[in-house]
């Protein structure tokens, strides 16, 4: 099952079991999504439910959030370009970031739990390809610093179907981010993951790979780059432990902190910028709960610190790439300790 | 609970026969918009030279403004024939007079504001059209770079589907739109643009070289390859630099139509937008703030009828784009954007109303996005085959324009050959040598994210070139470099640890952290 079936399947199984959930976002019916997300589900479920709206981001979603305040829950889709091409969703969601922040993150707490906000927004986040600086950013950690807000992004097909429905069933607001270059890719179900009752803990990481010589945390692509990063590196004997984050807040410190207990390093991976970013956190609740368990200092590994270029040799080195991971975790596992004796 | 907000009433089945009509029959229906051959554009004449205000343009003999649209006299009507005339309420802003009559103001007017044109679809004048004189030089370099745009497009989209360069938009149907706006505009004017106007920045002196190389980001592209293609921007050309998210330039051109009247600047701001960008809210402040600042912008907007998939009718009821002005109290037209004699006219005398009169102008061209969205998408699937070849033969803006270029005796057959021959020519060679022209230096990565490159990216580009040296296969190997940083040299057995505390006190992560020397 591709992650573009899981999420339409979830979505188009979380509609029939609830009436209250609807669609809305630009070309999500009767194009049936800019990457066909959506597909099949105007036909389904009728222009009432998937709903196209103009180009107006800071409106549709501030009329999202409104009909989440009376008792819907909406799922806003932030499109993107057709096909495989830009990704938009990041630069869209912030057209419309003061409904997301100021209202849908804070109603509930303003209206002392009198006004939830059950509303998913979802779309591609991140760099894709050969789209330069507005079209390539990830927003998790904007979306993640922010109280009330919960933010989920998927890797696989399983945690595609599973999130987005606990994303949808959840009464808090929900920021999903999606990855455009993963839609087409293509993952093993089990059965229990394609029964429409299936859904995943929002605030659970999961273990896609044990190890025990250094813990690898990422999120959506970066999990299959820290897996293939893993998988070099048993070739030379270290045995890494590979975290999926899925949840990036709430964010499932515990998971990552009884991992680095076991390994004793850690590596961090993500595509946005190191300041302030997922990294970064994760980093400071492992000094946090678990300093003293650490071997190595903790390698980041991020996005350059620059807005992303076009041009596609300095995108290449702009970006991540599955060798900076294994070189990172190498020299997590090499070192001498303790470090600042080395001064 | 029914779900009403934005609720369409249609469905797919009933909407595809219903966007049909929408323009590809338009020609043969008399219910919406009037492009066909009826002598309609004497409108102007028939109803005279009225004014809506009292400032008034007495620098062309030939300006008269359409401003007489339904919603205009209704509107009149309304407030002055059956009202209580010795009541009024002064209110800021100007007297309001009251009336016993309880009428709402009608959502639409009766007819659609009509749209000005001059020469039809065979390329003859309308007779008694009014417009700015060409003179035959200038015709003539309208029609080679409407021309050259063509070809433009069709070598640089081939491009793109040979995987050469990633993405493409082509400007086809909207050349009129982009040569003769540009043509009626000063060079001191500052374009702020959306993506579909390549052709004013050709106009402006923009070569096939530099198109070229902004498609292919090498070290030539003035833009350093940061940017993805299309977005070309040139500062000797007050061009901006193309931005992805829609509509944010319009703010920004009544920003710089301010800061051009503070200068007291014989400049206006010009930027362009499509139809879908009306529906940001960025194109509603900027109306307003330009109206209420007295900005000297005119606002482009080319009406081709589609943002990507969404059509018209579904991005907005009004009377398209035009009627807005008037609620922001911003003087408009509509011209036919395949029209370039209209185009010019109406851009030449909107821009001597904005900077002589110190206001905002909208100006709503309407026209067809003939080609696909972009490379990422295929029109075909939403809108029918038919309506695009209608566009594309029978309301072609090129052809159009090249009928009265002829018609003048300016321009023959031979000519024809020659210019698109050199034309492709020319782009070939340019594209040729783009494609082997070096990329952007490492450097390139780390400049201008600030001014002055701050210590924590120097160090970044540091420890990027030492993990290149160290570890070369894993990185492209066009990598050019310009910037000279020695290498860090420490002895052998340090090695390690000098490494891993540096990296302890560094406080900028990245991808390329390297410090191991193994
Ligand atoms: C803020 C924002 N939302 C959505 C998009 C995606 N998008 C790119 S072009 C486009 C359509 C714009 O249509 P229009 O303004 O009519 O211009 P046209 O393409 O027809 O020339 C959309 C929705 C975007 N680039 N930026």
New interface residues.
């Given amino acids: 099952m591709t992650v573009r079936e899981a999420l339409n399947s979830a979505l188009d199984e979380e509609m029939s079991a609830d009436h209250?959930v609807?669609l809305?976002g630009?070309?999500v019916?009767?194009?049936q999504g800019a990457y066909k997300i959506s597909k099949g589900l105007?036909?389904k479920y009728?222009?009432?439910?998937v709903?196209?709206?103009?180009?107006?981001?800071?409106?549709?979603t501030g009329?999202g959030v409104?009909?989440a305040y009376?008792?819907?829950r909406p799922v806003v889709e932030f499109m993107t370009?057709?096909?495989?091409?830009?990704v938009?969703s990041g630069?869209?969601s912030?057209?419309a970031i003061d409904h997301i922040i100021n209202s849908a993150a804070k109603s509930n707490y303003m209206s002392a739990g009198q006004i939830s906000v059950p509303i998913v927004f979802r779309g591609p986040n991140g760099a894709a390809?050969?789209?330069?600086?507005?079209?390539s950013q990830c927003y998790a950690a904007w979306y993640a610093s922010c109280p009330g807000l919960k933010v989920l992004s998927p890797y696989s097909s399983e945690d595609a179907r599973g999130l987005l429905k606990a994303a949808i069933r959840d009464p808090d607001p929900v920021v999903f981010l999606e990855n455009e270059l993963l839609y087409g890719e293509s993952f093993p179900v089990s059965d229990e993951a394609l029964d429409s009752s299936f859904c995943l803990p929002i605030g659970k990481a999961k273990i896609e790979r044990e190890g025990k010589d250094v813990t690898i945390t990422a999120f959506s692509k970066m999990v299959g780059y820290a897996l293939k990063a893993a998988e070099i590196l048993s070739k030379e004997g270290i045995n890494a432990e590979v975290i999926n984050l899925r949840s990036i807040r709430p964010l499932d410190r515990s998971t990552i902190n009884a991992s680095v207990r076991k390994t004793n390093r850690l590596v961090t991976v993500e595509e946005g910028f190191?300041?302030h970013g997922v990294?970064?956190e994760i980093c400071t609740s492992v000094i946090e709960e678990s300093f003293g368990y650490l071997d190595?200092?903790v390698?980041?590994?991020?996005?350059?610190?620059?807005?992303m270029?076009?041009?596609?040799?300095?995108e290449?080195?702009?970006?991540?790439?599955v060798?900076?991971i294994v070189?990172?975790a190498?020299?997590a596992c090499?070192?001498?300790v303790p470090?600042?004796a080395?001064? | 609970?029914?779900?009403w907000?934005?609720?369409?009433?249609?469905?797919?089945i009933q909407?595809l026969p219903k966007m049909m009509p929408c323009f590809g029959v338009l020609y043969h229906s008399s219910s919406s918009f009037h492009y066909s051959a009826s002598p309609s554009s004497s409108f102007l004449m028939s109803h005279g030279p009225r004014r809506l205000t009292s400032g008034t343009t007495p620098f062309f003999f030939f300006f008269s403004r359409p401003e007489s649209t339904k919603a205009h006299t209704q509107l009149e009507q309304l407030y002055t024939s059956e009202d209580d005339d010795d009541q009024a309420i002064d209110f800021p802003g100007g007297k309001v007079a009251y009336t016993c009559e309880m009428r709402f103001i009608s959502e639409s007017a009766e007819k659609r504001v009509p749209c000005y044109r001059v020469l039809d679809d065979n390329g003859e004048l309308v007779s008694h059209s009014n417009h700015v004189q060409v003179s035959k030089e200038m015709g003539v370099k309208m029609y080679t770079n409407m021309v050259t745009l063509q070809i433009m497009d069709s070598v640089f989209y081939e491009l793109q589907r040979q995987g050469r360069i990633?993405?493409y938009v082509t400007s086809m149907g909207e050349e009129a739109v982009n040569i003769a706006s540009a043509a009626a505009l000063s060079a001191h004017d500052v374009i702020l643009p959306q993506y579909r106007e390549p052709g004013v920045l050709l106009w402006r002196g923009f070569t096939l070289e530099d198109f070229a190389n902004q498609l292919m980001?090498?070290k030539a592209?003035f833009?350093?390859?940061?940017?993805?293609?299309i977005?070309y921007g040139s500062n000797s050309l007050n061009y901006f630099t193309v931005?992805?998210?829609?509509a944010t330039q319009l703010p920004q051109a009544a920003g710089v139509a301010y800061s051009l009247k503070m200068d007291a600047k014989n400049a206006c701001a010009v930027t362009y937008f499509g139809d879908?960008?009306t529906?940001?809210?960025d194109f509603h402040a900027a109306l307003n703030f330009a109206a209420v600042m007295e900005a000297p912008v005119i606002f482009f907007c080319r009406n081709n009828g589609w943002?990507?998939?969404?059509p018209v009718q579904?991005?907005?009821r009004s009377d398209g784009i035009v009627v807005k002005g008037q609620g922001y109290g911003i003087r408009g037209i509509r011209v036919d954007g395949n029209d370039a004699l209209a185009v010019y006219s109406a851009v030449h005398t909107a821009r001597e109303m904005a900077i002589t009169e110190s206001r905002p102008i909208l100006i709503e061209a309407l026209t067809y996005r003939a080609g696909h969205?972009?490379?990422?998408?295929?029109s075909t699937?939403?809108r029918p085959i038919h309506e695009i070849e209608y566009w594309k033969m029978t309301r072609n803006p090129v052809n159009r324009f090249k009928k009265w270029v002829e018609k003048n005796g300016w321009w023959e057959d031979k000519d024809e050959v020659e210019l698109r021959s050199s034309v492709k020519k020319q782009l070939l060679e340019a594209i040729r040598v783009a494609e082997k022209t070096e990329?952007?230096s490492?450097e390139?990565?780390?400049n201008d994210?600030y001014d002055q490159l701050p210590s924590?990216?120097e160090e970044?580009e540091r420890l990027?070139r030492q993990?290149i040296h160290n570890?070369p296969e894993?990185?492209?190997s066009?990598?050019p470099s310009r910037r000279h940083f020695p290498p860090i040299s420490v002895p052998e057995e340090?090695a390690?640890?000098?490494?891993?505390?540096s990296?302890?006190c560094s406080?900028?992560?990245?991808?390329?952290?390297?410090?191991?020397s193994?």
Avoid at chain 2, 243 to 246: K, L, Y
Avoid at chain 2, 496 to 501: N, Y
Wanted: charged share 25%.
């Fill in positions: 209250k609807f809305m630009e070309e019916g009767e194009y105007l036909e009728g222009p009432e439910r709903l196209d709206t103009p180009i107006t981001e800071a409106g549709f009329i409104g009909a009376y008792g819907l370009f057709n096909f495989s091409m830009q938009l630069q869209q912030c057209f390809a050969g789209v330069g600086a507005q079209h190191p300041q990294g970064a190595a200092p390698e980041r590994v991020a996005g350059a610190d620059v807005p270029p076009y041009a596609a040799n300095l290449r080195l702009a970006v991540p790439q060798e900076d070189r990172a190498k020299r090499y070192r001498s470090m600042a080395a001064a | 609970m029914a779900i907000l934005l609720a369409r009433s249609r469905t797919i909407r990633s993405f980001g090498n592209d833009g350093k390859g940061r940017q993805m293609p977005h931005s992805s998210p829609i879908g960008s529906s940001e809210g943002a990507i998939s969404t579904e991005q907005f969205h972009s490379t990422s998408d295929d699937k939403y990329k952007p490492v390139e990565i780390f994210v924590n990216l970044q990027l993990a570890h894993d990185y492209p066009d990598v340090y390690e640890d000098i490494f891993s505390v990296s302890n406080p900028s992560a990245n991808g390329w952290r390297e410090r191991d193994y």
